[in-house]
């Protein structure tokens, strides 16, 4: 498999004097991952796998109670849904409705409504939430747990770089930043300011030091 969105003629591969013939989608513990990393072929494997589910949810419904068909919703049906989500989170606005209309339509099979009951009452009932707000709140989960090092960063250090780096003005964590003080003041850097405990701005500048010049 090529990852590109354009089309590339390359030489073919060979394997033990066997021509290896190229295809459009690799799966990847559990994620299908397309060659210009479209997620409509994953979203179309996962629909269908999650309607077969929902389908055997179908059969329960006159024989278990409705928080007993929610457990086995949640138990079941929506960790598939969860699976991998922070990674095909960018899918189209057509797959997300494609993934919350099964979700939907599992809800209603809880609840045994009728098919034209509000989508936002019947989610609201059961309390879920939609899956496109599911996939943010986990992605911004995730993320940070990263910042506070709570998971293992996936990426080597190496790849990361630091502010100095891309950020062209001065920051304040940045080391040796110039602060503007009044052209009859020598320029104060970071390494020089004492930061004492003030209660008002003024008390604090008017405890600035600049730094003293070299002899």
């Known amino acids: 498999m090529t990852i590109s969105k354009h089309r590339n003629d ?53 024989l278990v109670p409705r928080h007993a068909l929610l457990t086995i919703y949640k138990t079941n049906i929506l960790p598939v849904f969860d699976y991998g989500s922070i990674i095909y989170d960018n899918c189209s606005d057509y797959d997300n409705r494609m993934l919350d209309k099964a979700q ?28 496109n707000l599911r996939r943010g709140i986990s992605l911004h989960s995730y993320v940070s747990k990263l910042i506070f090092d709570m998971v293992p960063c996936p990426f080597p250090a190496s790849s990361f770089r630091s502010f100095k780096e891309f950020v062209p003005y001065a920051l304040r964590h940045n080391q040796n930043v110039q602060i503007p003080l009044k052209k009859n003041l020598c320029p104060i850097t970071s390494s020089s300011v004492r930061l004492p405990a003030c209660g008002t701005l003024y008390h604090w500048k008017s405890n600035l030091q600049p730094a003293t010049p070299s002899s």
């Open 104 to 131: 939907l339509s599992a809800a209603k099979i809880i609840l045994g409504c009728l098919k034209t009951t509000s989508s936002k009452d019947v989610l609201a009932d059961l309390n879920l939430t939609s899956l």
């Open 10 to 62: 390359h030489p073919p591969l060979l394997f033990n004097n066997t021509h290896l013939s190229e295809t459009d989608t690799h799966k990847h513990l559990g994620l299908l991952f397309h060659h210009s990393f479209f997620w409509h072929t994953h979203i179309i494997h996962l629909h269908q796998k999650v309607m077969t589910k929902i389908n055997r949810l179908r059969s329960f419904v006159n």
